[in-house]
């Protein structure tokens, strides 16, 4: 459903079970950057009103993820850790030359959100089947369903703005490259990495 090209090596969940507290630390961090992409997209794209209606319930939705995995941190007697640079977003950035029109610069930033969100309900799918710990597994479930919602919503506004079989060409091409960062990655205690 995803059209990952490379899945995750199941093996990233032992990596995770080791390092809950970063996992946690990252993740939140993680639900802080989708709110704030959802705000830049109503700041850069005003007049696109149903993307612009869509993305506030998202700023809602994503900040109320950031408040839940905050509380589990809490709840765990820890505090939020300090954020640090995603590897797989910056190397995913890369993609899309700059420039281009406003629609296609919008078109590719839909596409990237696509892709993050996507990878993002793969690995909770996959926290969700495997993490020991039976409350984050739970936790895990119930979010991969809203990142999947996600994923779709973005990648259906691409195809809504720009030329469907254009659009539909550059995703399969992202997801390709994707492949290739993911290929390097899966080695830390991060959501993408």
Partial sequence: MLGLKLPTDPRWVNIVEKNIE?????????????????ISLIVSFPEYTDLVQEM??????????????HDIILKR???????????????????FPKGGSRTTQLVHRLLYAALIEAR????????SEE?????LA???RKLMVSEANHYTMFLGFARQYGNKKEVDTK??????????????LGKSETIHG
């Fill in 120 to 127: 993002s309900c793969e690995r909770f799918r996959l926290l």
């Fill in 131 to 135: 993490l020991e710990d039976k409350e």
């Fill in 171 to 184: 995703w399969q091409q992202l997801l390709e490259y994707e492949s290739k960062i993911m290929a390097n």
């Fill in 56 to 69: 506030v319930a998202l700023v809602k939705e994503e900040i109320s993820h950031f408040k839940m995995v």
């Fill in 22 to 38: 970063d996992i946690l630390t990252d993740h939140a961090f993680c639900e802080q950057k989708a709110t704030s992409t959802a």
């Fill in 77 to 95: 007697g820890w505090t939020l850790g300090r954020d640090r640079r995603d590897d797989y977003v910056v190397q995913l950035m890369k993609f």
């Fill in 138 to 140: 739970d936790f895990y």
